[in-house]
Structure formats: structure tokens, C-alpha cells
């Protein structure tokens, strides 16, 4: 079997130069496993064993892949015999040979993330160290991983002033010590966590030179996927098996590295050919998944990154249509647009709901579209995560919301009794079940009236109960004379949960923070839109949490096999497409992330980030962004992302209008058009991520008096964006006009609420 044949000339000349370090450069969807997988059967057909090749992945599904297609083109026995696997798995049996030169038994234990956690959280303890508010397990473990990842161990993190100028920065001067007592534990325990699984066969090649021969001996062939993806540790390990044989090849893109935030450092791609003298470069450039405009259209936005290898990545596919960019009025307008654009789609094209995705920045913009489309009833799934309002910060903020609304509610007071900690633990909880059990009465009846019942609990554990009891019944005070927005912001704030979520400034932590925020815009969007919409008796807090209720309902659909729309972050999205991807929120301020806005290096990898996004469509993609949306507890309007600006506009439909120059483009907002103050990125005050930002609401007034509306008056509304009034009816205060918005729909409007001007 000439396997050749089954490649074109690119991949063809990748596959068979074996004699020296070889670095393929591979765009989106140009066959970069493909090379791979016929690389390494090829080696097999000139005669390599299996056992002498070394192929590192970064998953476990894509080894599996790897291996299984390898067996199709040159038997099972012999890609069975393959050291192909993630480099945790591999350096993981390699370190069960080698132990006892690093100070191990061969029976060590690999400690998860909760293990690392709770060994953690002991050892904070121990030192008398706030484990509650400053030093959490889960930010002391994430400091310790990245340092870690860059070869910092614990002996010399005390030394590197960049370390411990940042723990002092952020008041945890003490992790050096932590990370210390956290080493000899672990090395004390015959135990060994995820990151010490490359740092210590780090450690075992340098300072063992007849251990690292042996296995750079052993291994003749190394070969890495995703390298623009390999951290500091990733890429010294590879470079040591491979110094003296130079047979090495690497697969990536550096215009797909957008992991960072995990350690991933682009320069091991960039600088590979200075590290490996005499490598031969080999490009994949073309894209077999994306129209032609598509290709272009992503190509004219990598083009403007400032280091780069350079590729001219082609399709032959289709011409295809233009990019569309969908400007909205608001976030609730955007969401309407896509599930109407993925409508019209389905109608026109006979296509299944799998066949779209929706893409965003960050997990907390799902909440828009989840709502919208339940509304429409079009079947949906989060990938890689779960809904918005099935999130713990979300169930523990509901939770607070269900037991201030319905003291009784068994569940939720069990949720959060002691959330956030206040020292009411288990065994606690456990009595007052049973209490409640023997006397046939309610949770909460018994945590009110613990004396009457007999609960034995100390002096010091009764008034902590009776705290939160209080509070519980002075949010319940303010239930009939607060709306949902106010008197849920309070909640958030007083009990604790505000100041617990952002404790903390790992990744995952800042995701919570986001998520806290946008169910706050919910929550105030919810309230404003019943006032104009004239229900303002459907705004309290028992209404809003009949409206999540309801939305709730719909997550424990368990059909798994029907259709269903993707929704899900760029960073999910990395490897998958879709015949058809909505990219939402572009808009500054939200993508590029304020995060990176003062890093040059940082924008550069959001740049990297829409790139892959682009990349995952097939046939159709959709750039949208909103003029204005709730965000932090106030109106924002931001201008579209400037990345946008960057995009050859032959290639983009703005709006349905087709080509426009930049400048109509960029003059297109009426938020602009109408004198709607926006500000640049660059002179925004930008919002600490490590501080709570609830403030009050502006009150927005109408842009036009009730007695001067009439039926068919075309309006531009704030949230609802262009529509027609078809009725109006009442007069002064009572006003009220029915109007049909080109993409929200029909909606009952009382003009003394509704926030929209004339346009004609």
C-alpha cells in the first residue's frame, strides 16, 4: 500500500523528510493529523520498530485516534507497540522505572486536583494562615502549577523577586513557605501531583545523563502535536530526548496558540528553528474545511499580528458567502438575530440545529442566548460546560433568593446555611435535620426556634445560627417594597457571596465573577423590561425566581440523541467546526478582554483567539456585537471590537448591505449617530477584577413624550432596536404602543418606561 498517493504535495513532503529536525506549520483545517498519522506509519514502512518512535499529544482522544487510523494503514500489531500517548502519561510510566532516582518507589501515587487541594488547604491550616479568605487551596494550588510549569521549584521560588513581588502584590506573601511544606509533603508521601509528573522527569533527564541517553537512545523518532501549545517544562523535556539525534518533528500553528492563561508559551514554536540548527520548514496551507471567503477573510485578520511564521493558507472549496457582521441594539437583540439567522438557515438550506455553534469570549454570555432560544424553542447544549443557571454560583445565589422568598424551602436553606462559611458545619446541620424529623416541622422552624426544640448546640454555634437567621428575615422584610434587582444586589452583597467570589483571581475564579455579573444584568434587564412592557407587579423577587424557574425547567431535557445548537467559548471550540458559527460579543471591553488590552502580547492572543474562531466555520459565519448591554450594574455602550476594523471589508456583508467603506462601516452605530457618548478602550476606567463593581443604576428617561408617538411611526428603541408602532392606545401615564421589532418580535411598550427615539 503506497500511502503516499493519499496526500497531496505539501503533506507528501512533510511526511518523508525524517533525516533532521522538521517543523510543519499547519493552518486550520489543512490535514495537520494526517501528516501525523502517515508520518509515523511511514517511519514503520522504512523499517523503524514501533517501540523506537515517541509521539506526544495532549489528549488521550487524540492519541486514541492517532493510534487506531495508524493501524488502518499499517496493521494493529505494530501501532499497538507505539509510545504514543500525553506527556503526563507517557513521563508517567517512564517515572515508574526511573523512581528511585529521583528519591521514589516505583508504587508512588498521583495526586488529582483535589488531592493537591486538600493536601493544601491542611497545610494552611497548620500554618495558621487565613484558609477561608486569602489563602485558598485552589489559588495557592494554581500560583504553585504555573510556577511549576516554568521550571520554578519550590527550593527557588523564594529567590525569584518576580514571584515574590506578586505573592506581596496580592497580600499572600507566605506561598513560598506554602509551596515549600507542600513539596516535602507530597515527596513524603511516595506522591506525586500532575505538574511534578513533568517537571520531576525534568529533573531525572538533567541531572541523570545515563538515564537520559538511555531513553533519548531509545526513543529515535519524537514527534509533537500542538506544539504551539507546550509550555516551558513541555519543550526542555523534548529538547533533551532530542539534542543529539535531531530526529524530532513538530506539528502546530502558531496563529492557533491561544493557551496562556495555562502555560503555554508561543515562543517554543516561534524560536524552534534558532533552538534546532538546519531545520527544515514545511507548510500546510491548504484548508480543506472553509469556503474560500472564509479562508481569506481569517487570513486578513492574522496577517496584522506582528510575530509570526508567515503561511498563505488557500481553499479550494466554494467561493462562498461573504462574512456577515450583524450590528444589534442590545445583547437581548443579538440573540434574537442568531436564533433568527439560524431559522432562516434551517428553512432554507433543510439543515439539523447540530449543524450550528455559537461561540462567545466568556461562559457567562451564554445566559442571552440560552434565554432566547428557549424562548424560540430551538434545542440547545453548552459543550464543555453546563447552563448558565445550572453554574454552583448561580444555584448558590438562587438558593438565597428561593429560602428569603420561602423560609421552609429544605434545600436551599441546606445549601446555603453555611455559604458563604460561618462556621455552621455538618454535624450542625445534621442535628437540625433531625430535630426537624421528630417534631414533623421545617428546617428553618427549628433554626429559629432551636431552644424551644432542644437543640444541643454550644452558646457559640446557636448565635451563629441565629445570625443568618436574622439576615434571612431581613431580606424577607424587604420583599414587598424592593424590586428583584435592588433587593437581589443586597442579597449578593450582604450575605457574604459578593466578597467570597472575588477572593480569588484564577482563571476559573474570574469566570465565576463574570458569571455573577451577567446574572446581575439579568436580573435588571428582567426588571426593566416588565416596567416598560407596563407589569409592574410582575417585578419582585418571588416573580423573577418564577421566571428562572421556568427556565430551569427546560435543563433536565436527558434527550440525548435529538439535534442541538453548540454553544460554547472559543477556547472549547479548539479543533471542532460546524457548518455554520455565530461569533457574538465583539465588542471592546468584552473581546478584546480588558485583561489584555495593556499587554501587547496579551491582545496579540486575542487576535490568535478570533482566528480560531473563524477558522471553525464551514459555509456560514456571523460576526455580531451589540451597541449597548447591561454589564456591572450599569448601561454600557462599548464600540464594536477593533478587530472588526481589521477585516478585509470586500470580504464581510455588514448588516445585509454588502461592501461598505470603512468609514460608512464604523459610522453605522446609532449610538454614534444619535450622540450616544461612547469612550475608547484606551481611556476607560478599567474595572478591577478583584473587587466587587455592584453600583447603582442610572435612570435612563424616554427619548420622546407619550402624546407624540402614532401608529406607524418607525422607532429605535435601546434594548429592541428598529421597529413599527402598529398601536397606541391610553393617554398620559397609561400610554401604551404595540410595536413590531424587526428581529425581538412584538411588544407592548408604556410610553412613560419605554426608553426609544422617533426616527419617522
Not at 425 to 431: E, H, L, M, R
Amino acid at each position: 500500500m503506497d500511502i503516499l498517493n493519499e496526500l497531496n504535495e505539501s503533506q507528501r513532503q512533510a511526511v518523508v523528510y525524517n533525516e533532521g529536525p522538521s517543523l510543519v506549520i499547519a493552518g486550520a483545517g489543512s490535514g495537520k493529523t494526517r501528516v501525523l498519522t502517515y508520518k509515523i506509519a511511514y517511519l514503520l514502512q522504512q523499517g523503524m520498530k514501533p517501540w523506537n518512535i515517541l509521539a506526544l499529544t495532549f489528549t488521550n482522544k487524540a492519541a486514541r485516534e492517532m493510534r487506531e487510523r495508524i493501524g488502518k494503514l499499517v496493521g494493529e500489531e505494530s501501532a499497538r507497540y507505539i509510545a504514543m500517548g500525553t506527556f503526563h502519561s507517557i513521563f508517567a510510566r517512564i517515572l515508574r522505572c526511573e523512581a528511585e532516582h529521583i528519591g521514589y518507589t516505583p508504587s508512588f501515587t498521583i495526586y488529582d486536583e483535589n488531592d493537591s487541594r486538600s493536601l493544601l488547604k491542611s497545610i494552611i491550616k497548620e500554618m495558621n494562615l487565613d484558609d477561608k479568605k486569602v489563602y485558598k487551596a485552589s489559588t495557592v494550588h494554581s500560583r504553585i502549577s504555573m510556577a511549576k510549569n516554568h521550571l520554578l521549584l519550590a527550593e527557588d521560588y523564594a529567590k525569584d523577586q518576580y514571584a515574590i513581588k506578586r505573592d506581596i502584590d496580592a497580600r499572600m506573601p507566605a506561598i513560598s513557605n506554602i509551596y515549600l511544606e507542600y513539596a516535602r509533603r507530597c515527596k513524603q508521601a511516595n506522591a506525586m501531583d500532575f505538574d511534578d509528573l513533568l517537571t520531576l522527569t525534568f529533573l531525572l533527564f538533567r541531572k541523570n545523563e545515563e538515564i537520559r541517553q538511555k531513553y533519548a537512545d531509545k526513543f529515535q523518532f519524537v514527534l509533537v502535536d500542538e506544539y504551539q501549545d507546550t509550555n516551558a517544562v513541555q519543550q526542555r523535556i523534548v529538547y533533551l530526548l532530542t539534542r543529539d539525534h535531531q530526529r524530532v518533528c513538530v506539528v502546530g500553528d502558531d496563529a492557533q496558540s491561544i493557551y496562556a492563561f495555562r502555560g503555554a508559551n508561543i515562543d517554543n514554536i516561534l524560536d524552534f528553528q534558532q533552538m534546532y540548527q538546519g531545520t527544515r520548514l514545511f507548510k500546510l496551507e491548504q484548508n480543506y474545511r472553509s469556503t474560500q471567503r472564509i479562508v481569506q477573510a481569517a487570513n486578513s485578520l492574522i496577517k496584522h499580528k506582528e510575530r509570526q511564521i508567515h503561511k498563505d493558507v488557500y481553499s479550494k472549496n466554494a467561493e462562498g458567502e461573504k462574512l456577515q457582521i450583524r450590528s444589534a441594539y442590545s445583547d437581548k437583540e443579538e440573540a434574537s438575530i442568531v436564533c433568527n439567522e439560524i431559522r432562516a438557515i434551517q428553512k432554507r438550506e433543510s439543515s439539523e440545529f447540530s449543524d450550528f455553534a455559537i461561540l462567545y469570549r466568556t461562559n457567562a454570555q451564554s445566559r442571552s442566548f440560552e434565554e432566547a432560544m428557549r424562548r424560540e424553542n430551538i434545542p440547545y447544549r453548552i459543550y464543555g460546560g453546563m447552563s448558565f443557571y445550572q453554574r454552583k454560583e448561580i444555584k448558590d445565589i438562587i438558593a438565597y433568593f428561593r429560602l428569603v422568598v420561602n423560609p421552609n424551602d429544605e434545600e436551599a436553606f441546606k445549601r446555603i446555611i453555611n455559604y458563604p462559611v460561618r462556621g455552621i458545619g455538618n454535624s450542625t446541620v445534621a442535628k437540625i435535620i433531625a430535630t426537624a424529623q421528630e417534631n414533623g416541622i421545617s428546617l428553618w422552624q427549628v433554626a429559629l426556634q432551636p431552644v424551644a426544640y432542644d437543640l444541643k448546640l454550644s452558646h457559640g454555634t446557636l448565635n451563629k445560627i441565629n445570625g443568618f437567621c436574622a439576615m434571612i428575615q431581613t431580606f424577607a422584610e424587604r420583599l414587598e417594597t424592593e424590586d428583584a434587582y435592588i433587593l437581589g444586589r443586597a442579597i449578593i452583597q450582604e450575605s457574604g457571596i459578593s466578597q467570597d467570589l472575588y477572593s480569588e483571581k484564577t482563571p476559573e475564579a474570574i469566570s465565576r465573577q463574570e458569571n455573577l455579573e451577567e446574572f446581575l444584568s439579568g436580573m435588571q434587564d428582567f426588571v426593566e423590561s416588565r416596567r416598560e412592557e407596563d407589569r409592574e407587579n410582575e417585578i419582585s423577587l418571588s416573580d423573577f425566581l418564577q421566571e428562572v424557574a421556568l427556565l430551569t425547567d427546560l435543563d433536565s431535557d436527558d434527550d440525548k440523541e435529538q439535534s442541538r445548537v453548540s454553544l460554547m467559548t472559543i477556547h472549547s471550540a479548539k479543533g471542532l467546526e460546524f457548518p455554520t458559527v455565530f461569533i457574538v460579543g465583539l465588542e471592546e471591553n468584552i473581546f478584546p478582554s480588558p485583561l489584555s488590552t495593556n499587554s501587547q502580547r496579551e491582545l496579540e492572543e486575542e487576535r490568535r483567539l478570533l482566528y480560531v474562531a473563524i477558522t471553525r466555520a464551514e459555509k456560514h459565519c456571523f460576526l455580531t456585537y451589540a451597541k449597548n448591554r447591561y454589564r456591572y450594574g450599569h448601561m454600557e455602550f462599548n464600540p464594536e471590537s477593533r478587530f472588526l476594523r481589521d477585516l478585509d471589508l470586500s470580504l464581510v456583508d455588514i448588516n445585509g448591505a454588502g461592501y461598505r467603506s470603512a468609514t460608512a462601516y464604523r459610522s453605522s452605530s446609532p449610538a454614534r449617530q444619535h450622540n450616544i457618548q461612547t469612550v475608547s478602550p484606551k481611556l476607560r476606567p478599567m474595572r478591577s477584577v478583584t473587587q466587587p463593581s455592584i453600583v447603582d443604576v442610572p435612570k435612563v428617561s424616554s427619548g420622546a413624550q407619550p402624546s407624540s408617538v402614532s401608529e406607524g411611526n418607525i422607532i429605535e428603541h435601546d434594548r429592541f432596536g428598529i421597529g413599527t408602532v402598529v398601536k397606541v392606545e391610553g393617554t398620559g401615564e397609561n400610554a401604551k404602543a404595540t410595536v413590531e421589532f424587526q428581529n425581538s418580535g412584538t411588544k407592548q411598550l408604556l410610553l412613560k418606561f419605554a426608553r426609544f427615539r422617533i426616527v419617522k
